[in-house]
């Protein structure tokens, strides 16, 4: 095949069709040259190689008449092999396009991929000469009809969201009522079945693990596994065509647009901290090859390793204005072209590190607060890395949620029995002032959570005190060790009748706990059913029924009582408002908008390590503006002892009484049943909510 390429433009990096013919832009500061490879239909033969004849600052572009969408590529970067000096070209490599919207081929798990011989004494320094595209993907020319913007997307205050954390595949892939045709795909997320579950347990934002096209790690590869979870990205504008269904990439914009019909936003957990590349003994796929020194951050005065904040090899070189743009490129794609409402950031202590340390002001978080696209989706943070300083709670800008590990470990703390746990959960329950409330910061702005994908589920919470991660290959060491978890007696699955139901009340008070807080609530998929992993809390590489939700065992009860306690949420504003929370006096009444109470209607003493019950009254924020919600009141009561104990109500305003709403002891009470005497009695080891309503009239 003959091509010719004219000098094309710089302007948009990637493949861009204009109706005539593909321009062709890819950034490398230090290539000599830029070879375009072009494949045959199925990607096995390549049939022209041509470089790229214009160079424009660090940019290198050719422009190819006639030049079609479906058109499969690669590029070759000539240059320096130099890995002591940061250098690592090797036109041997086939390499992705950075900006590829879709990918055609497999990933092979092979040595040719690597850039030197991993059998010569040098290791990394030597040089391979094999050329690796049998044994990579190519990249696709994408037809831009396939990518016109999303516009329509769902109205939703944050401070009213409940985000529900899922794997595409792992949330459709045993339920029984998802046609077996779309089951593990971005077609089956969305499906009639799907829709209804989430609809019914109030959800308005699913977010999504990975999705951003990766690699299986060739160490799980060699052990029969996968990386299921996802974090290997190596290409940040491609879906991951192994969740394609019957509409292939169409798929993933109709589950968007299916999703936004039913009033549900899309979040995406997003990896631009690191790639699949790896350390300096890992495979040249794309980054690698065509800036080494560039897209990575290297060790100052040792060039030829990386910094390795972010525990998996190599850390992106955000700080780089043109791989800055690349990132900033990727986000915008991702919510103009393919419809998504917002975005976590794994590992985001990584994304804010100049060289100086973690900055709040830095480069990334300069360009992603200005950006008009981006301004108006919902941003998450992941704040901690493993690098210097890493650990972050609270120190994000006000634009930003975080991913609240303090409430987690707070909760789970204080109803396994920790000692000064109770007055830890205080502050938990009013949105973790203490990281939040600063800077103008919304209380939505702690995302609370008990359990994430990284870890045990609810249910395992209470099923075991120690990880049971053999099956991942690593001798059970993998994973974390401190996992703040209750066997209630027994280690793992048990008939002891008394066990069964101590643990079933334990999630039912860790989601009422979870659910009653102030901030934005984010539910695990599958807790709500009582899913579990087997005791696996590192279930990254279990593309198996140990990582899938089993929706045969599904737990209708506690199911049930998720419905509720959302629904309750929704029903009630003083559980989610978007202002801290502080005793002030509430001009409008004066009543505090909270207040702390013992059983007997005392004030709280504070000072006691043994501290295990408690009463919360919740009002409308004094620092509101008036509302209809302004008579909203919610009473929580806790009680962490094992024996039942009786408790005084506070007096409620003139005309009122106490209804009880949810109790974790009684699944029968809702809807309300009232209160008399102004006492109630409050079984060990549970929660009670209750609101005030008028005395006359149905409520």
């Not at 108006?376 to 690098?387: K, T």
Request: charged fraction near 25%; glycine fraction near 10%.
């Amino acid at each position: 095949m003959t091509i010719e390429l004219l000098a094309g433009s710089p302007n948009h990096l990637g493949a861009r069709h204009d109706g005539n013919g593909t321009n062709f832009a890819v950034f490398s500061a230090n290539a000599t040259q830029m070879d375009l490879c072009i494949f045959s239909e199925g990607g096995a033969v390549e049939t022209a190689r041509v470089p790229l004849p214009e160079r424009t600052g660090h940019v290198w572009h050719g422009y190819a008449p006639g030049l079609s969408p479906g058109t499969l590529y690669g590029f070759r970067a000539h240059g320096t092999y130099a890995p002591e000096q940061g250098h690592r070209f090797n036109p041997n490599k086939l390499l992705l396009d950075p900006y590829a919207r879709e990918l055609r081929g497999d990933w092979t798990n092979s040595s040719v991929t690597l850039g030197y011989d991993p059998k010569s004494p040098k290791l990394d320094l030597s040089f391979d000469a094999n050329d690796s595209a049998p044994f990579v993907p190519k990249s696709v020319v994408s037809d831009p009809e396939l990518f016109r913007r999303i516009e329509e997307r769902p109205d939703c205050d944050w401070e009213d969201a409940l985000i529900y954390e899922a794997h595409v595949k792992g949330l459709t892939q045993e339920h029984p009522a998802v046609p077996q045709s779309v089951k593990g795909t971005y077609e089956g997320l969305a499906s009639e079945p799907m829709l209804e579950h989430l609809q019914k347990l109030g959800v308005t934002a699913i977010e999504l693990l990975p999705v951003h096209s990766f690699l299986d790690d060739g160490f799980l590869v060699a052990r029969g596994l996968r990386n299921y979870w996802g974090y290997n990205t190596i290409g940040f504008f491609a879906p991951e065509p192994r969740y394609f269904g019957p509409q292939g990439l169409l798929g993933f914009r109709n589950m968007v647009r299916k999703f936004h019909a039913h009033g549900i936003k899309v979040i995406l957990d997003v990896v631009y901290n690191h790639t699949a590349e790896g350390d300096h003994r890992g495979p040249t796929l794309c980054y690698r090859g065509l800036d080494n020194a560039s897209y990575y951050r290297l060790i100052s005065g040792q060039p030829r390793y990386y910094v390795n904040d972010t525990g998996c090899g190599n850390t992106v070189n955000v700080a780089h204005p043109l791989v800055l743009r690349m990132v900033m490129d990727s986000l915008r794609f991702w919510v103009q072209q393919m419809g998504v409402d917002g975005f976590r950031f794994d590992l985001a202590t990584t994304l804010a590190r100049e060289d100086h340390g973690f900055d709040r002001r830095g480069g990334f978080f300069d360009a992603l607060r200005q950006d008009p696209v981006l301004s108006d989706v919902r941003l998450i943070a992941e704040p901690w890395d493993i690098g210097p300083g890493g650990y972050r709670l609270g120190q994000f800008p006000s634009e930003f949620s975080e991913w609240n590990d303090g409430f987690r470990d707070t909760v789970r703390r204080f109803w396994r029995g920790d000692k000064h746990s109770a007055q830890e959960l205080g502050a938990r329950l009013l949105g973790s002032a203490g990281e939040f409330d600063k800077d103008g910061r919304r209380a939505w702005a702690s995302l609370n959570f008990v359990t994430s994908h990284d870890g045990f589920t609810l249910a395992d919470v209470t099923r075991y005190n120690e990880r049971h991660n053999l099956a991942n290959g690593e001798d059970g060491a993998d994973g974390h060790h401190a996992n703040l978890s209750d066997n209630c007696g027994v280690e793992g699955e048990t008939d002891d009748e008394l066990i069964r139901k101590r643990r079933a009340k334990r999630q039912r008070n860790m989601l009422a706990t979870l659910f009653l807080s102030q901030g934005t609530p984010m539910l695990l998929a599958g807790d709500e059913i009582g899913n579990s992993q087997q005791g696996n809390n590192n279930a990254y590489c279990q593309d198996n029924a140990i990582g899938w939700i089993n929706w045969s065992k599904t737990d209708t009860e506690l199911l049930d009582f998720a419905r509720e306690l959302s629904q309750f949420r929704r029903d009630h504003k003083c559980l989610r408002q978007n202002r801290f929370l502080h005793g002030a006096t509430r001009s409008k009444d004066g009543y505090p908008d909270v207040e702390w109470t013992n059983f007997h209607g005392a004030p709280l003493q504070w000072r006691d390590p043994g501290l295990s019950q408690f009463c919360l009254t919740l009002r409308c924020s004094a620092e509101a503006p008036p509302t209809e919600s302004d008579g909203d009141v919610v009473l929580l009561i806790f009680n962490r002892e094992d024996e039942p104990s009786e408790v005084t109500l506070p007096e409620t305003p003139e005309g009122q009484h106490w209804v009880c709403a949810i109790d974790t002891a009684a699944l029968d009470v809702f809807p309300y049943c009232q209160a008399k005497d102004r006492t109630i009695a409050c079984e060990g080891r549970s929660v009670i909510a209750l609101v005030a309503k008028p005395n006359e009239g149905s409520w």
